[in-house]
T-cell receptor
Framework: GQQLNQSPQSMFIQEGEDVSMNCTSS?????WLWYKQDPGEGPVLLIA?????ELTSNGRLTAQFGITRKDSFLNISASIPSDVGIYFC???????????FGTGTRLKVLA | DAGVIQSPRHEVTEMGQEVTLRCKPI?????LFWYRQTMMRGLELLIY????????DSGMPEDRFSAKMPNASFSTLKIQPSEPRDSAVYFC????????????FGPGTRLTVT
């Protein structure tokens, strides 16, 4: 199936550092979602974005809906060990509930 | 509040056997989605329902797969007969109008077909 390009694929960071990741598409989307998935669990919804240029925060997480509507960004500030996991973006084209998911960014935090 | 509930959490079966996965959406949610996750293909939408009615089943891989939603609090995904290539993690997700684009996932069922 189709997947969105997500980068980086994986990253090791020190506790306390800020993290940035992004998702890009060749198609325009009307909604972007960001999820975090821990091993053996389902994805947990972190942030939903509905408008181009929208910037939304959820605690230490901030996500943005790209102006071109073809990309989205997630930032995590002051990372902590429990931020470890795989982060997925998901984009929704107009007129459908079928999200296209990103390939995931695996985050590892070094204490 | 209880989230999406799925059962079983793990299923191991032999090729050719029938497999039934179960899902209870979040109470009050009117959309229900079935996904499959594999390393090669990531998360793929199989089918979704709105108010218990199947809306789009274009992601169902073949006739061996079927899904039903007999009422607002229960759905099943059935594979008959199962094949080794069906091995994957199957997720159920639900959402609620008017924020129906925000999908909440269950813990998944890890299916292994030997």
């Amino acid at each position: 199936g189709q997947q969105l390009n997500q980068s980086p694929q994986s990253m090791f960071i020190q506790e306390g550092e800020d993290v940035s990741m992004n998702c890009t598409s060749s198609s325009i989307f009307n909604t972007w979602l960001w999820y975090k998935q821990d091993p053996g669990e389902g994805p947990v919804l972190l942030i939903a974005l509905y408008k181009a240029g929208e910037l939304t925060s959820n605690g230490r997480l901030t996500a943005q809906f790209g102006i071109t509507r073809k990309d989205s960004f997630l930032n995590i500030s002051a990372s902590i060990p429990s931020d470890v996991g795989i982060y997925f973006c998901a984009g929704r084209p107009s007129g459908t509930y079928k999200y296209i998911f990103g390939t995931g960014t695996r985050l590892k935090v070094l204490a | 509040d209880a989230g999406v509930i799925q059962s079983p959490r793990h299923e191991v079966t032999e090729m050719g056997q029938e497999v039934t996965l179960r899902c209870k959406p979040i109470s009050g949610h009117d959309y229900l989605f079935w996904y499959r996750q594999t390393m090669m293909r990531g998360l793929e939408l199989l089918i979704y329902f709105n108010n218990n009615v199947p809306i789009d089943d274009s992601g169902m891989p073949e006739d061996r797969f079927s899904a039903k939603m007999p009422n607002a609090s229960f759905s099943t995904l059935k594979i008959q007969p199962s094949e080794p290539r069906d091995s994957a993690v199957y997720f159920c997700a639900s959402s609620q109008t008017p924020r129906s684009y925000e999908q909440y996932f269950g813990p998944g069922t890890r299916l292994t077909v030997t």
